[in-house]
């Protein structure tokens, strides 16, 4: 059973930095991309930053310059290093892998990290 467990989210202040990891585990043939979502209070999900199996990467405007996504192949890991967060940026941050288990290919979701901006 593959599954992805983040780590990392917590209480900031303005100003401040934190780096969010997400891994994946269990029977895993192969990765393609992953990604990270948020989702504010009253708001709907949406897309922060993407890196392909190739490490190209992508960012949603809001975070160009402040955020920086990678990852690390061989332990199935996606990281989101975020820096200059705003109180905008408060929300529960879910990561996304394409994954290849013995049964194909498939979207996984992790179960989402609490990020609070707040003085």
């Known amino acids: 059973q593959v599954q992805l467990v983040e780590s990392g989210g917590g209480l900031v202040q303005p100003g401040g930095s934190l780096r969010l990891s997400c891994a994946a585990s269990g029977s895993i043939w192969g990765t393609n991309e992953m990604g990270w979502y948020r989702q504010a209070p009253g708001k709907q999900r949406e897309l922060v930053a993407t890196?392909?199996?190739?490490?190209?990467?992508s960012y949603v405007d809001s975070v160009k310059g402040r955020f920086t996504i990678s990852r690390d192949n061989a332990k199935n890991t996606v990281y989101l290093r975020m820096n200059s967060l705003k109180p905008e940026n408060t929300a529960v941050y879910y990561c996304?892998?394409?994954?290849?288990?013995?049964?194909?290919?498939?979207?996984?979701w992790g179960q989402g990290t609490q990020v609070t901006v707040s003085s």
């Open positions: 890196v392909t199996s190739g490490s190209s990467t």
């Open positions: 996304y892998a394409g994954l290849r288990s013995p049964t194909g290919w498939g979207g996984y």
